[in-house]
C-alpha cells in the first residue's frame, strides 16, 4: 500500500509540475506580447505567485476529491487514481507539445470519471457532481467572454471621456498596470489550478485507507505547491506564443484588461470550490477584451480549433483513462 501510496503522489506531483508549465501562458502571455515583462522575469514571477496563491485555501481540492466519485466506495480506488493520473499526463503532453491551450481541469476530471467508470461501473460516478463540474467548466469561459467585454467596454468609454488619446501614454501606463494584474492572475491560477492535484491525492489517501475525510494535509499543500512553482519555472513557450500571439493582437489595455477580467472570475469560482480552467478563462477574456477594439481582428481560425479541443478533451480523456485502467490493472492487481 506504501508503494502505491508513494507512486500515486510522484503521478500526482508529475501532473502538477506538467500543469505548471502547461498554464505559464495563462498568467504571462499578455505581459510577454505586450513587452510590459520580460519572458525570463515573467516567468519566474509567476512561478512564485504561483507557489504562493497554492497555499490558500482546500476547497476546490475537496470538491476534485470528492464530488466524481467516493474513493472509499470504489474497489481498487488506488488504481482508479494511477489510470486517471497517466491519462491526464498523456494528454496535457500531447496538448503542450503541439502548442494547444487545452484545459488541464478537463482532462482530469474526464479522467478520473473514465478511470472510475472502468474500475466500478457507472453507477460508480457520482453524476450529479460530475455535471456540475462540467458545467462550470463549461460556463466558464462563456463568462470570461462576456465580463471581459463588458471590463473593456467600461475602460475604454473611461478612455474616451477623460479625452487623454494618447498612444504612447496610454500603453505606458497600462504595462505598468499589467505587471500587477499578471501577478494576481498568478496568484489565482495557483490557488484554482494546484488544488485539483491535491484533490487527486486526497483522492488516493481515503482511498488507500490512510484518512477517512476529505481534508488536505499540509505536506499534500506544500508538495503541490512546489511542484506547480517548479513546472511553472520552466515556461510553456509553445502554449504562450499561441496564447500570445496566435488569438489576435494584444495591447496593454487589453491585456491588462484580460488578466484583471480572469482573476476575478477564477477568483469567484475558487471560493466556490469549483475548479475552471485557466487556460480557458483567460482565453476567452482575451477574445472577449479584444473584441471590443478590434473584433475583425480575432484570429477566429485559431479560436475554433482552441474551441474543438476543450470540447473533445473531456471524452477523449474518460475513453483514455478507461483503456489504460484496463490495461494496467491486470498487471499491478
Known amino acids: 500500500m506504501l508503494t502505491i501510496l508513494i507512486i500515486i503522489v510522484a503521478l500526482a506531483l508529475i501532473f502538477d509540475f506538467i500543469n505548471g508549465f502547461h498554464d505559464t501562458a495563462n498568467a504571462i502571455a499578455t505581459s510577454i506580447s505586450t513587452r510590459a515583462l520580460s519572458p525570463r522575469f515573467a516567468v519566474f514571477y509567476a512561478a512564485v505567485l504561483n507557489f504562493i496563491g497554492a497555499l490558500f485555501s482546500s476547497e476546490v481540492a475537496k470538491t476534485v476529491g470528492g464530488s466524481v466519485a467516493n474513493p472509499a466506495a470504489i474497489e481498487n480506488g488506488m488504481y482508479v487514481v494511477i489510470a486517471a493520473l497517466l491519462s491526464a499526463i498523456i494528454w496535457n503532453l500531447l496538448t503542450w507539445y503541439y502548442g494547444i491551450p487545452s484545459s488541464s481541469s478537463h482532462t482530469l476530471i474526464g479522467s478520473l470519471a473514465g478511470a472510475v467508470i472502468a474500475g466500478g461501473g457507472l453507477s460508480s460516478v457520482n453524476w450529479s457532481g460530475f455535471q456540475q463540474i462540467v458545467l462550470i467548466l463549461i460556463l466558464s469561459p462563456i463568462v470570461a467572454f462576456g465580463t471581459g467585454f463588458i471590463i473593456m467596454w467600461i475602460i475604454r468609454q473611461l478612455i474616451l471621456a477623460s479625452g487623454n488619446q494618447s498612444r504612447s501614454k496610454l500603453n505606458r501606463t497600462f504595462r505598468g498596470f499589467q505587471i500587477l494584474s499578471a501577478g494576481l492572475l498568478s496568484f489565482s491560477h495557483g490557488g484554482n489550478d494546484a488544488q485539483k492535484a491535491m484533490g487527486i491525492i486526497v483522492f488516493g489517501l481515503v482511498a488507500l485507507g490512510y484518512q477517512s475525510d476529505l481534508e488536505v494535509p499540509l505536506w499534500v499543500k506544500l508538495s503541490a505547491a512546489t511542484a506547480m512553482g517548479l513546472g511553472t519555472s520552466i515556461g510553456g513557450w509553445k502554449i504562450i506564443k499561441t496564447v500570445s500571439k496566435k488569438l489576435l493582437k494584444i495591447e496593454p489595455i487589453n491585456g491588462f484588461a ?46 475554433t480549433r482552441m474551441v474543438m479541443t476543450w470540447v473533445i478533451t473531456i471524452p477523449i480523456s474518460m475513453v483514455l483513462a478507461f483503456l489504460i485502467y484496463k490495461i494496467i490493472f491486470p498487471f499491478i492487481s
Request: aromatic residues 4%.
Open 258 to 303: 484580460s488578466d484583471l477580467n480572469s482573476s476575478i472570475v477564477i477568483q469567484t469560482s475558487t471560493h466556490l470550490g469549483m475548479p475552471l480552467s485557466t487556460t480557458h478563462v483567460i482565453s476567452s477574456s482575451i477574445i472577449g477584451t479584444g473584441s471590443v477594439l478590434r473584433f475583425h481582428d480575432v484570429k477566429w481560425g485559431t479560436v
